[in-house]
């Protein structure tokens, strides 16, 4: 099974920027698609953007369009989200997943969950 490690969170202040990055254990995780996720305390996961696997088509949460963008590398195993013009309403817990089912799919057949990696953007 592929697990993957969600890192590049941090303090910002707002209209900065942060590039979060999700690493799998096997290159199998280039035909998938990958999606990340944040929670924030007392609010339900929302899916922020996901990326198919070949050809690597992406779509965003309309909370962060124009804003963030998703990409993959996958000679790194590695999917980045590049998050810019961040504001207060961005701090959550990021995460990201997996699925054989396309980006389509519901947040229960995401799987591969990482711990997350905590986003505050504060003044």
């Known amino acids: 099974q592929v697990q993957l490690v969600e890192s590049g969170g941090g303090l910002v202040q707002p209209g900065g920027s942060l590039r979060l990055s999700c690493v799998a254990s096997t290159f199998t995780f280039g035909y998938y698609p990958v999606a990340w996720f944040r929670q924030a305390p007392g609010k339900e996961r929302e899916r922020v953007s996901c990326?198919?696997?070949?050809?690597?088509?992406?779509n965003y949460a309309d909370s962060v369009k124009g804003r963030f963008t998703i990409s993959r590398d996958t000679t790194k195993r590695t999917v980045y989200l590049q998050m810019d013009s961040l504001k207060a309403e961005d701090t959550a817990i990021y995460s990201c997943?997996?699925?054989?089912?396309?980006?389509?799919?519901?947040?229960?057949?995401?799987?591969?969950w990482g711990q997350g990696t905590q986003v505050t953007v504060s003044s």
């Open positions: 997943a997996m699925t054989g089912y396309g980006c389509s799919a519901g947040p229960h057949e995401f799987s591969g």
């Open positions: 990326i198919s696997g070949n050809p690597s088509l992406t």
